[in-house]
């Protein structure tokens, strides 16, 4: 279930975390699911703290999603 592109790069412990974020994404009552922009924050550390996926990766990422103006 892991994107074999970080060929085994991460920790096991941000694995449990982004894996238990998805589970309350995905709860089937809507009132027992995040907002968007909790998830994100919920992410955003673990992406900071993954060394293939540090500063500049998250700001290509960034700019590959944000809306255009």
């Not at 894996?19 to 709860?27: E, H, N």
């Not at 968007?36 to 919920?42: A, E, H, L």
Request: positive net charge; charged residues 15%.
């Amino acid at each position: 279930m892991v994107d074999p592109s970080l060929q085994c790069q991460y920790s096991k412990k941000d694995l449990i975390q982004v894996a238990a974020i998805a589970a309350m994404c995905v709860q089937p009552e809507a009132d027992y699911r995040p907002l968007m922009t909790d998830v994100v924050q919920s992410l955003i550390p673990l992406v900071k703290n993954h060394p293939s996926l540090g500063p500049s990766s998250s700001l290509r990422f960034n700019q590959r999603v944000s809306p255009k103006a």
